[in-house]
């Protein structure tokens, strides 16, 4: 085991807390943080399928048992949106698959960093997890730093202060969020079979 | 065909027999200059003679043919191999290590862009405030400075006694936009002791039941007018919520300043001039309304 790998492990985690106890503060429940651990569970499942050599036919029942319920949801959620592109009345949240992406991303690199433990990662990995964690904590702790105790003790400043507004200039990083994780997950599961 | 390899690769096994060449003619049944002139790879063994000579030498045609023996071809196909593979890996290597190079350009350029982006917003959304901050703040100023005008100049339905109220409060208001207070609305961060010299400035300059005053005031509008009730409870509950939170933070953080507290934050008070601000408009306004100065 390397500690390398449990640093990571543990900067990947405060980054989901970070990311989910904002969310959960700010606008959606929890319920939206429950199906990503579907699909990243899945994922990892079937990454992990060749390795297992005990109760092989229990794993592939569990594994195929959690696809289909994730492409249930799945479909679930694309039958949703594609309705309201018909239904003009119809109010969904297209934030919200931006976020479940972003976490489910952020879980099967959690799961696959613990699955791997004990293998030694690629220089560059671990030096691009670091800038990218240092980043993300930086923004979040400038807006936890913002908002001090204070601003939430004057109930009436609430409109100086423009909670909504700040809360947008997180939101909107979502999306490069999504895009650095993506790559990173690659880049790991490409140099993964190289380090073996 | 390479008749000099051929040639000594007859001349090694013959060797290995321990025949001469002459016993080697004898049995093939040619003269040994013949056997000379194959292994100096001059010519090559005629085709009927290549079944005798393979087995007298113990070798298959077909190593016969090639100069070389299996072993050797064995080990050549196996280098083959293994070179093919490394060609393969390192192939395969090549292609990782660009696929690499290309995920790790996107990170690093997607994070740049991100600590560009953020920055940027941070710029705006301070410009934002501060810019909606100043444009009320001067808006209201603007307004209080001209209510104030109006009622020293005009008496209106009041009489002599509560015109002399009215003029004690908008004499106590004109403080309130001396230089001091402005200079510390135009400041953007806040120090420790810039609460305590306001609030030594408030005491010095303001009597202690400033607020009751601006209370009663209302008092007296009712006897003009009684919808101004409504008013009135807004002016109190707003007052009410300022005096709580300057209690909350300008007292508490002027007497950490006072006991040499560290400085621990730095908040505004902009937001607690902005409602006091708001709350002095409407009663300045009301005062007009029903004293019917407009004229």
């Known amino acids: 085991m390397y ?5 990571n492990i543990l900067l ?52 195929m048992l959690l696809i289909v319920f994730s492409f249930l949801f799945l479909g679930i959620l694309s039958y949703s949106n594609i309705t309201c592109l018909i239904d003009e009345n119809c109010s969904s949240n297209y934030e919200i698959e931006g976020l479940i992406l972003l976490i489910t991303i952020l879980y099967t690199l959690l799961f696959t960093n613990i699955v791997d433990i004990k293998l030694k990662h690629n220089k560059m990995y671990n030096i691009l997890l670091y800038i990218i964690s240092f980043v993300v904590f930086i923004i979040y702790g400038r807006y936890y730093l913002d908002n001090d105790f204070y601003h939430n003790y ?6 100086d202060i423009n909670i909504q507004s700040s809360y947008i200039y997180i939101t909107q990083n979502y999306i490069y969020f999504n895009i650095v994780y993506l790559c990173l997950l690659m880049y790991y599961f490409v140099n993964r079979k190289k380090n073996k | 065909m390479n008749t000099e390899k051929i040639g000594k690769f007859i001349a090694q096994k013959r060797k290995e027999k321990k025949y ?38 113990d070798i298959s045609i077909v190593e016969l043919l090639n100069g070389e023996s299996k072993e050797d071809i064995k080990i050549l196909e196996k280098d083959l191999i293994n070179s ?29 862009m991100l600590v560009i982006l953020n920055i940027i917003n941070s710029i705006e959304l301070n410009k934002k405030e501060t810019n909606e901050f100043n444009n009320n703040i001067t808006e209201k100023t603007n307004n209080i400075e001209k209510y104030i005008n109006i009622i020293k100049n005009n008496k209106g339905k009041y009489s002599n006694e509560d015109y ?17 207070t402005k200079e510390l609305l135009n400041k953007k961060e806040y120090n420790i002791k810039d609460y305590y010299e306001f609030e030594k400035y408030y005491f010095d300059n303001f009597s202690a039941d400033y607020n009751y005053l601006n209370k009663s005031l209302y008092y007296t509008l009712i006897k003009y007018d009684t919808n101004m009730v409504d008013n009135m409870l ?13 209690i909350g933070i300008v007292s508490t953080t002027s007497d950490s300043y006072k006991y040499g507290l560290k400085e621990k934050y730095l908040m505004n008070v902009n937001s607690f001039f902005m409602w006091s601000y708001i709350n002095e408009e409407q009663l300045l306004k009301d005062i007009i309304e029903v004293g019917d100065m407009n004229v």
């Open chain 1, 154 to 159: 004057i109930n009436l400043s609430k409109e």
């Open chain 2, 164 to 180: 002399k109220k009215i003029i004690a409060y908008v004499n106590d208001l004109d403080k309130l936009f001396s230089k001091e």
């Open chain 2, 84 to 112: 093919m593979k490394i060609s393969k890996e390192n192939e395969k290597n090549r292609i990782i290590n660009n696929f690499n190079v290309i995920l790790e350009t996107i990170i690093i350029i997607v994070i740049s």
């Open chain 1, 3 to 7: 500690k390398k790998n449990i640093l």
């Open chain 1, 12 to 63: 990947i985690l405060t980054t989901i807390i970070l990311i989910i106890s904002f969310d959960a503060l700010n606008v959606f429940d929890t319920l939206v943080y429950l199906m990503p651990l579907l699909f990243s569970i899945s994922i990892t499942m079937f990454m992990k399928r060749k390795e297992v050599n005990k109760c092989k036919s229990i794993y592939n029942v569990i594994m």
């Open chain 2, 234 to 246: 807004k002016y109190e509950q707003i007052k009410d919520n300022l005096r709580n939170i300057y």
């Open chain 2, 20 to 57: 001469t060449q002459k016993e080697l003619a004898l049995k093939l049944g040619v003269t040994d200059r013949a056997v000379s002139k194959w292994e100096r790879g001059l010519g090559c063994p005629d085709i009927s003679l290549l079944e005798d000579l393979s087995k007298i030498l």
